[in-house]
């Protein structure tokens, strides 16, 4: 497969090439006849040289280009639904390491190509299939830097009424910097934004929001005082949110507290996906709403939003949150707003929805060998009930459960394990690591 969890990523001059670019680009031209596209960028060094061939590609296809430069992927996305254009392109490494890059392709709707539009597209880049014009139809460049004013007229437009309060912002040196920095000044809000410039080798922590990675944020935030801290990724889609006492609040956990909220009554529904722990599930249903599960990953979610017209939120563990009616994807800055709005103590609002205790895991594996690995690892736990919508999840009780999955962005698997009981959960986290690394090594 080309396309992963969420687009197309890998290694510059490796497995995500200026020429593979072209080719990838010009084959979703083919399927989907968009006439204008705004496209934007992360700040990763090889973003540039890969958003230079996609472009290539939309004006060889005769199809016009707005480049907004750097450029948060949700941003590139709300510009595109403003100026009523066909298709946004994002070149972004979102939360993975430096090294790589990517490329996220979304239809008028905001959402991102589903998994069955990814196949669509996969199958006319392996026929070859090209769009290159004449000169004559050559598309039409042009450069929109200034967007900022932009987004921020949308986003006040979009959000609810917030009284003033006092955010920590840690963009993680991303792209969503500087525009997080405007729009907080712009709506009145006391704010610190942190590692707020976009460097490409991103010194001051890595991408991925995550514990690990987010030691002085979460210091930060009772240091200052703060209503809450919110961390980000590269692209400004992921927000994770640390609470005032200065504890990470995780994202099924925030994604629980949205959901409750946005149920009205027994026909609203929430979308999220296997991956996520049973906070969500059960907030729903106590809130009288209906659960629709999904794969992993913004594609799947999207896919299941444009089937499920009237849901009325989305969510995954990773921190993305999304209002279908808003944006079909995530976005770091609304969801800060959308949680301002809610005028209460995140440490409050977390304690209202059930905790279950959620343990990740990863095991390196090569792309080659992930599927007789799957394979292997299925027959491991064969006499248990499976689900098999994403990977495999195991019931092993009630709200006892484990999930393995090969991740479709980096050469991993995820481990995520569930229960009542830490000890329990990092107990059934290990059978689901061991039982990879078994596999393995007896390929």
């Known amino acids: 497969m080309i396309f992963g969890t969420s687009g197309v990523r890998g290694f510059i001059n490796s497995t995500l090439t200026p020429t593979f670019a072209y080719k990838i680009t010009q084959a979703f031209v083919k399927v989907y006849h968009v006439d204008t596209v705004t496209i934007g960028r992360d700040n990763r060094a090889q973003s ?5 061939a996609v472009t290539s590609a939309l004006l060889s296809s005769g199809v016009n280009v707005v480049d907004l430069g750097i450029s948060p992927t949700p941003a590139t996305i709300r510009i595109m639904k403003e100026l009523k254009y066909d298709s946004a392109i994002s070149v972004t490494g979102s939360h993975t390491p430096p090294p790589i890059t990517g490329i996220l392709f979304f239809l008028s709707d905001t959402g991102e ?3 069955a539009d990814s196949e669509l597209v996969e199958k006319a880049y392996r026929k070859g299939y090209l769009s290159e014009v004449p000169w004559t139809k050559m598309g039409k460049y042009e450069t929109f830097y200034d967007y900022q004013a932009a987004y921020i007229k ?10 003033n309060s006092n955010i920590v912002f840690d963009a993680g040196n991303g792209a969503i910097g500087p525009l997080a920095q ?13 590692n707020k410039l976009p460097l490409y080798n991103f010194p001051n922590r890595l991408p991925s929001p995550i514990p690990a990675h987010l030691k002085e944020t979460i210091s930060l935030v009772p240091h200052e005082s703060a209503t809450f801290g919110v961390a980000t990724d590269s692209d400004g889609d992921r927000a994770i949110f640390i609470d005032e006492h200065g504890k990470l609040v995780w994202g099924d956990i925030t994604g629980a507290i949205f959901a409750s909220r946005m149920v009205k009554s027994s026909s609203s529904k929430v979308i999220t996906t ?3 722990s049973d906070s969500v599930s059960e907030a729903v249903k106590s809130a009288g709403g209906k659960l629709i599960v999904t794969r992993v990953g913004p594609p799947a979610i999207a896919a299941s939003i ?17 209002w279908p009616r808003i944006l079909m994807y995530g976005d770091a800055i609304y969801s800060t707003l959308m949680l301002l709005s809610l005028n209460e103590p995140l440490s409050r609002l977390a304690r209202e929805v059930p905790f279950f205790y959620l343990i990740k895991r990863e095991v390196r594996c090569q792309d080659e060998i992930k599927q007789k690995v799957m394979e292997m690892v299925s027959a491991a736990f064969r006499g248990y009930r499976i689900n098999r919508l994403d990977g495999i999840k195991v019931s092993m009780g009630k709200h006892r459960w484990l999930l393995i999955r090969p991740s479709g962005t980096e050469p991993v698997f995820r481990v995520f394990a569930q229960s ?12 689901g690591v061991r039982a990879i690394q078994e596999s393995k090594s007896s390929i």
């Open 420 to 431: 009542t009981q830490r000890k329990d959960a990092e107990i059934i986290a290990g059978e």
């Open 154 to 163: 949308s986003i006040k437009r979009d959000a609810p009424k917030i009284s």
């Open 274 to 276: 296997i991956n996520t």
């Open 48 to 52: 540039v040289p890969v958003c230079m």
């Open 113 to 115: 190509l589903g998994p």
């Open 182 to 194: 405007q729009v907080f000044s712009d709506i009145g809000l006391n704010y610190k934004v942190i």
């Open 306 to 322: 444009r089937k499920h017209r009237d849901a009325v939120f989305a969510t995954e563990e990773s921190g993305k949150f999304i």
